[in-house]
């Protein structure tokens, strides 16, 4: 994902700034899916695997990309605690 996108690009709940997922985060995540625990805000569970996606920090909330398409939809984003 290009720089200059992602420094335009907030979260839609927050309006915080978001960032690309760390490698370690992409793993928290697929670690969720695998035990079958990863729901998205709107309660559905998630069981494809993640490869990329943005972050927001303070709030803790992931959003998935997909095919290069961030999808910024909050329903559709998974908090981690």
Do not use: W
Request: net charge neutral.
């Amino acid at each position: 994902m290009s720089p200059e996108l992602l420094q335009i690009l907030v979260c839609p709940r927050s309006k915080k700034p978001l960032k690309q997922a760390d490698t370690a985060t992409i793993d928290q995540i697929n670690a969720l899916i695998k035990k079958g625990k990863c729901v998205e805000v709107s309660g559905k569970k998630i069981d494809e695997t993640a490869h990329e996606g943005l972050f927001q920090e303070e709030t803790k909330t992931f959003y998935f990309v997909r095919e290069d398409i961030p999808v910024l939809i909050y329903e559709n984003a998974v908090l981690l605690k």
